[in-house]
């Protein structure tokens, strides 16, 4: 495959399948290609089940803040903090 870049032909190191051909070769062709891409080292992405611990992770660290009372420690220094900006 060629590609033009600022006027001059530079072709690719790795050989590209031709673009030619019947209506079966076009899904082969599709295949190869995002065969391609996913040889690269791409990221896979996450599963469901990574984003599921995330999630309960999150839930648990808010339920261990509200239910030692921190929540209303950290509401009452802001609620201070606030109050001592709006004397002054």
Do not use: C, W
Not at 10 to 34: C, D, F, H, N, Y
Not at 49 to 73: K, M, Q, R, T, W
Request: aromatic share 2%; hydrophobic share 50%; proline share 2%.
């Amino acid at each position: 495959m060629q590609l033009l870049v600022s006027g001059r032909t530079v072709r690719e190191s790795t050989s590209a399948p031709a673009l030619e051909g019947t209506t079966m070769q076009k899904p082969k062709l599709l295949k190869a290609i995002v065969e391609r891409q996913n040889k690269h080292g791409r990221d896979q992405g996450q599963t469901v089940f990574e984003y599921l611990g995330i999630i309960v992770i999150i839930v648990l660290i808010i339920g261990a803040i509200v239910g030692s009372g921190l929540a209303a420690a950290i509401a009452n220094a802001i609620t201070q903090a606030l109050a001592d900006i709006t004397a002054n």
